[in-house]
């Protein structure tokens, strides 16, 4: 058997989710003196990856440099990926300062996931510390790098980070979403900031893109605990007028807002 057939096998494995096998297969390669490349260790990485094994991914990386196979910006995509899943930010940096080591390049994917891994953590600083350094290096930031970085704000009310990472995503030419916009909103709304949530609201219309029962609960919410009671109402009205259903958030909010109205 050649390196291509266990290749293909590796493959199979892996769309199939069966990461031990893939193991296995590198295992007999290796016992059989058969010479593996970095497709053979690249997909058994991502086998490693697609089920969340991340100790398994990083010593692959390790017995890939053992073997003098170089490793590449995918190699090290799939790694971070399953960082990522994991909210190990940690682990995804250090593998960012090895592939600057080695000289691989950094790719939207690679630093994405890095975010995305910040993003589960609550490290909206180091978030932001990534979205300048692809500005700076010229890496693509696109809409996924901003819709993880602007809810790693929110999940800390940092309302203003949000708001500018909501202009430099303008600047960037990135099209902003309906996730976008409510995790921005939602963050207003844990930093008290109400107006600023109306404003959002607004834009968000004017981009004709579409709010729902979360963008409403966040948007009502805010309304409620800034006082503005009347704001607060007509918008949980206007959730008819859009076709989007309340829930138990939204008429809470609701129903704060008409006890402090007296109503």
Do not use: Y
């Amino acid at each position: 058997l050649s390196a291509i057939a266990f290749n293909a096998a590796m493959s199979a494995c892996k769309k199939g989710g069966e990461w031990e096998e893939a193991l296995q297969l590198v295992r007999v390669m290796a016992q059989n003196l058969i010479e593996k490349d970095a497709i053979t260790f690249n997909t058994a990485i991502s086998a490693c990856e697609r089920r969340g094994e991340w100790e398994k991914a990083l010593e692959l990386i390790c017995v890939m440099a053992q073997c003098v196979v170089v490793s590449d910006t995918f190699t090290f995509n799939a790694a971070i990926s399953v960082c990522e899943r994991r909210g190990m930010w940690e682990k995804a940096l250090q593998l960012i300062g090895s592939m600057t080591q080695r000289k691989i390049v950094s790719d939207t994917i690679t630093l994405n996931a890095a975010i995305s891994a910040c993003e589960e953590e609550g490290k909206w600083q180091i978030a932001l510390q990534l979205v300048k350094v692809m500005s700076r290096g010229k890496v693509e930031c696109n809409t996924v790098t901003f819709s993880s970085a602007i809810s790693c704000c929110m999940k800390d009310g940092e309302w203003e980070k949000v708001l500018w990472l909501l202009d430099t995503m303008d600047q960037n030419e990135a099209k902003s979403d309906t996730i976008a916009f409510t995790s921005a909103i939602s963050a207003c709304e844990k930093g008290s900031e109400w107006g600023q949530a109306l404003q959002l609201f607004s834009d968000m219309m004017q981009k004709n893109l579409e709010a729902n029962t979360i963008t409403f609960s966040a948007m009502v919410s805010a309304c409620e605990k800034g006082g503005a009671w009347e704001h607060a109402l007509n918008t949980f009205h206007s959730m008819a007028h859009h076709e989007v259903e309340p829930n138990t958030i939204t008429f809470n909010a609701a129903i704060s807002a008409c006890e402090k109205s007296g109503r």
